[in-house]
């Protein structure tokens, strides 16, 4: 593991180098389109330069060459400030990622399991305060969410199910902007699910735009969407954009390449 940044940082922000196997990656709600593996690399850095000028220490974990989706390293675990959860990924595929990840946050976090036959992708799983949302997906099920529940209720934490349609994962439908805000798309979760919490909607015209990190309050977004940045900006967010059209072919947007926990 390499750090990019130095470790006094606020957050630190762990991710995982793209395999030269990323066009073999799975697809659910994509058409294949061709990769440019050097270009899918050089977005990948200008990534994680982003996440350094927010205040993150950037940490890669050893590469899975083997693995063709390892880049989207949010899928493999589950960190808040008390607990990591280490998922069982829902694609078969993906499962061997999640060993080298469990590795490294083993020192810095008490960890919790999801067992088979349990399911969860960490791509499902969003936060708001200490309300966590998890999609009920084709990567995620019922008993991984009830052990996701299990592990986090001592924590103060409660889970709500959300059903996702339409979309891979519930963070490509809605994630977090802040601790009382959402940026979602209505098209593929029922907003009632979200009561007491403010929404922002993507334009209609953008998407797969309800996908931003968040590193304590700032933000980092996929350029694609200017649309829904602006909305954002009229809310007065004021998000650093990147370039992640390439990863996209991968269906991976901006939140699947790191894992951002509180160092
Ligand atoms: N290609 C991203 C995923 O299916 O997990």
Redesign the pocket.
């Known amino acids: 593991m390499s750090p990019v940044a130095a470790p006094t940082a606020t957050y630190r922000a762990l991710t995982r180098a793209i395999s030269p196997r990323i066009v073999e ?4 709600h994509l058409e294949r389109l061709p990769i440019d593996v050097p270009n899918a690399r050089a977005q990948h850095a200008a990534y994680a330069r982003a996440l350094v000028s927010l205040g993150c220490a950037v940490e890669e974990v050893e590469p899975a060459p083997d693995h ?2 390892s880049v ?1 390293i949010e ?1 493999t675990a589950v960190v808040l400030d008390e607990i990591a959860v280490i998922t069982r ?1 829902g ?1 078969e595929s ?1 499962r061997g990622e999640t060993a080298a990840v469990e590795r490294v946050l083993a020192p810095l976090r008490p960890l919790a399991h999801i067992r088979a036959p349990g399911t969860l ?1 960490g ?1 499902d799983v969003f936060v708001v305060g200490k309300r966590v949302f998890a999609g009920r997906t084709g ?1 995620t099920n019922d008993e991984g969410i009830a052990q996701l529940r299990a592990a986090l209720a001592p924590h103060g934490y409660t889970v709500e199910a959300i059903d996702v349609t339409g979309c ?2 519930l963070k490509t439908a809605v994630t977090a902007v802040d601790d009382r805000t959402v940026l979602a798309n209505p098209q593929w979760i029922d907003l009632r699910a979200l009561a007491g919490v403010d929404v922002i909607e993507v334009d209609p015209a953008e998407p797969m735009g309800a996908n931003i990190v968040r590193v304590g309050e700032a933000l980092l977004y996929g350029a694609s969407y200017p649309r829904t940045r602006a909305r954002l900006e009229a809310r007065g967010h004021r998000p650093v954009c990147v370039d992640a059209s390439e990863l996209a072919k ?3 947007a901006v939140t ?1 390449c790191s894992l951002v926990l509180r160092a």
């Not at 990656?25 to 659910?28: A, D, G, N, S, W």
């Open positions: 990656c799975e697809l659910t063709p989706d989207f899928d990924p694609a993906r992708d791509g990567r891979l994962h991968a269906e991976g699947c």
